[in-house]
């Protein structure tokens, strides 16, 4: 395996960040003993960049490229967004309706699995209609409380290390 270079991030399956390497997962580090990769960092993850600075804290996150493109919101390096629960408002649904139908046949069933449970002789449970009809659109309200769902693409977990030390890169 080629020499890294300073600050190159990797996924890593082990259950240990090897040598010359350190976790992702917002740790603050001495610039005493870190100055080249305090020079490429700054305090971009942390840090009060005297004597610390953070590095990059991948826990919980995917990693997502720097920058803007045609139709997408500009990222800074750095910057944190989404969420791991999201609360939809009424506005965010997609527009949609619920039909509910009624008729005039018989609640006479004992077992009723699709069917209205038995009334008992001489109650009604409707109206006498010859047909079946719509009720009104009040019939069914709104519903969904304002919690939050899981807002989480399946994932398998891996660290991302970060090197410590290699070869200092160069700008073009």
Same mark, same amino acid.
């Given at each position: 395996?080629?020499?890294?270079?300073?600050?190159?991030?990797?996924?890593?399956?082990?259950?240990?960040?090897?040598?010359?390497?350190?976790?992702?997962?917002?740790?603050?580090?001495?610039?005493?003993?870190?100055? =080249? +990769?305090?020079?490429?960092?700054?305090?971009?993850?942390?840090?009060?960049?005297?004597?610390?600075?953070?590095?990059?804290?991948?826990? @919980?996150?995917? $990693?997502? *490229?720097?920058?803007?493109?045609?139709?997408?919101? $500009?990222?800074?390096? @750095?910057?944190?967004?989404?969420?791991?629960?999201?609360? +939809?408002?009424?506005?965010?649904?997609?527009?949609?309706?619920?039909?509910?139908?009624?008729?005039? @046949?018989? =609640?006479?069933?004992?077992?009723?699995?699709?069917?209205?449970?038995?009334?008992?002789?001489?109650?009604?449970?409707?109206?006498?209609?010859?047909?079946?009809?719509?009720?009104?659109?009040?019939?069914?309200?709104?519903? @969904?409380?304002?919690?939050?769902?899981?807002?989480?693409? $399946?994932?398998?977990?891996?660290?991302?290390?970060?090197?410590?030390?290699?070869?200092?890169?160069?700008? *073009?």
């Amino acid at each position: 395996m080629s020499e890294p270079f300073v600050g190159e991030i990797r996924m890593f399956a082990g259950n240990f960040a090897p040598r010359g390497w350190a976790y992702c997962d917002g740790q603050l580090l001495a610039v005493s003993q870190n100055d =080249a +990769l305090f020079s490429l960092l700054g305090t971009i993850y942390g840090g009060d960049g005297r004597t610390t600075f953070g590095l990059p804290d991948m826990r @919980g996150r995917i $990693p997502l *490229h720097a920058g803007t493109g045609p139709g997408l919101s $500009p990222r800074r390096l @750095g910057s944190k967004s989404g969420s791991e629960k999201e609360t +939809l408002t009424v506005n965010q649904l997609a527009s949609h309706s619920h039909g509910f139908n009624a008729n005039t @046949g018989l =609640a006479d069933q004992t077992s009723p699995a699709t069917h209205v449970p038995a009334a008992g002789a001489g109650v009604s449970f409707y109206a006498d209609a010859s047909q079946d009809i719509s009720m009104a659109q009040d019939m069914i309200s709104n519903s @969904g409380g304002s919690r939050s769902h899981t807002n989480l693409m $399946p994932t398998i977990c891996v660290h991302f290390i970060i090197a410590l030390y290699g070869v200092y890169p160069s700008r *073009h």
